[in-house]
């Protein structure tokens, strides 16, 4: 583990969290062409993470649906199938689905929305039943 100085101290390198590292092994297969095994983008990354934790990354995102895998000898080969608004979207569901009155929730999610936010969602609301009758 790389550690830097600050003031003649060791400091110990920043934390990315689990959503960062998800959003830069997404982004990492998307720009690939084609499928990508965890070493490719364990290297893609730059190396530092351990490749048991890009695994991790990938079994997480596999499971909610923004990768697929094919396997590949005793390994996956692993595609992107979702960009990071989908991923942020299954996040959103995710916290919705653990809150006991949802109602509450999506109404405290809409009054917080800027004019313009609201605006969006609702035209986004408007064109998703337009195309539900069509």
Avoid at 38 to 46: C, I, N
Avoid at 80 to 105: P, Q, Y
Wanted: no cysteine; aromatic share 4%; charged share 30%.
């Amino acid at each position: 583990m790389t550690k830097g100085k600050r003031e003649g101290q060791d400091v110990p390198p920043r934390r990315r969290g689990q959503g960062e590292l998800e959003a830069q092994v997404l982004a990492a297969l998307r720009q690939s062409q084609g499928a990508r095994t965890a070493g490719w983008v364990q290297e893609h990354l730059g190396g530092e993470l351990a490749y048991t934790t890009v695994i991790t990354i990938l079994t997480r995102l596999h499971a909610k649906g923004a990768v697929s895998r094919e396997r590949s000898g005793r390994s996956f080969e692993w595609t992107a199938v979702a960009d990071e608004a989908g991923l942020a979207a299954f996040r959103m569901r995710k916290v919705l689905d653990a809150e006991a009155d949802r109602e509450a929730v999506l109404a405290s999610f809409v009054t917080g929305l800027s004019p313009d936010d609201e605006r969006l969602l609702r035209d986004l609301l408007a064109q998703e039943r337009a195309e539900g009758e069509g």
